[in-house]
């Protein structure tokens, strides 16, 4: 299930929904990404913007490779946008498989995969005025090694 809105979301209520009816599940990895303060910088707010539809695609197509690669039986990605405050949840990826290590290993997977394609624009509300977030090379190094490079 994918999902891009600006509401919140509840992590637990969201568990809930991957194992419902479910007994063929013997692991569930959660993560969730919020809004911090980085590099010592007060942070008032995170914007995110998205391209409806476009947004939606590229993060079906992320957890489709996810399926490809490992046995997940359930798979909930929800990212957030508009404007966020620190401690605020900004994203949540929830899998779920008969074993730890696909569980684990698609969970990481997908959030590299959501730093380095997903297309989402942020821009930080700082003292020194609004300011967009560049993309990290630590990011993209972890997206490679999924490709093999």
């Not at 939606?56 to 929800?78: D, G, N, Q, S, Y």
Request: charged share 35%; glycine share 6%; proline share 4%.
């Amino acid at each position: 299930m994918i999902r891009v809105q600006r509401e919140d979301f509840d992590i637990g209520a969201e568990i809930d929904k991957v194992r419902a009816g479910r007994t063929d599940i013997g692991a569930i990895v959660a993560f969730t990404g919020t809004v911090r303060e980085t590099k010592g910088e007060r942070v008032a707010a995170m914007t995110l913007e998205h391209y409806p539809g476009m947004t939606e695609r590229e993060l079906e197509r992320i957890e489709a490779e996810a399926r490809e690669r490992w046995p997940i039986t359930e798979c909930t990605i929800i990212h957030r946008y508009g404007r966020l405050e620190p401690g605020d949840n900004i994203v949540l990826v929830v899998t779920a498989s008969a074993h730890r290590q696909a569980a684990f290993e698609a969970a990481e997977f997908l959030m590299d995969y959501l730093k380095t394609s997903a297309p989402f624009w942020k821009s930080e509300e700082t003292p020194d005025g609004p300011r967009w977030v560049e993309a990290r090379e630590t990011d993209d190094a972890a997206a490679r090694r999924w490709a093999g490079e």
